[in-house]
């Protein structure tokens, strides 16, 4: 089992930045694939990007490329994403999510097993 709690979420303006975090726990979680999705309201849930814990391999949706920074901390087993330049459009609920590292890397929201309660991002115009 591996438990994954997300905070960091808010209301900001268009331009600005916020930093969620993703707090990791159980037995082995090292042995994930850890990432970050998004669902907005009446949307399917879209993936963000995902990081591995070994070696910190990344992978980006186009559409937050170059702006949105994944990264752990092994030792707080921790996730973060680093949101710059939002736009409305960021606007969504953003999950953390684990998939088992010999799984392979995925972006599909159902190749993942386990999931955070969620963190709403709102960005104002």
């Known amino acids: 089992q591996v438990q994954l709690t997300e905070s960091g979420g808010g209301l900001v303006q268009a331009g600005g930045s916020l930093r969620l975090s993703c707090a990791a726990s159980?037995?082995?979680?090292?042995?994930?694939?850890m990432g970050w999705f998004r669902q907005a309201p009446g949307k399917d849930r879209e993936f963000v990007a995902t990081?591995?814990?070994?070696?910190?391999?990344?992978y980006y949706a186009d559409s937050v490329k170059g702006r949105f920074t994944i990264s752990r901390d092994i030792a707080k087993h921790t996730v973060y994403l680093q949101m710059n330049s939002l736009k409305p459009e960021d606007t969504a609920v953003y999950y953390c999510?684990?998939?088992?590292?010999?799984?392979?890397?995925?972006?599909?929201?159902?190749?993942?097993?386990?999931w955070g309660q969620g963190t709403q991002v709102t960005v104002s115009s």
């Open positions: 999510a684990a998939r088992p590292y010999l799984s392979g890397r995925s972006v599909r929201a159902q190749d993942y097993t386990y």
């Open positions: 990081i591995t814990w070994i070696g910190g391999s990344t």
């Open positions: 159980g037995r082995t979680f090292s042995d994930y694939r």
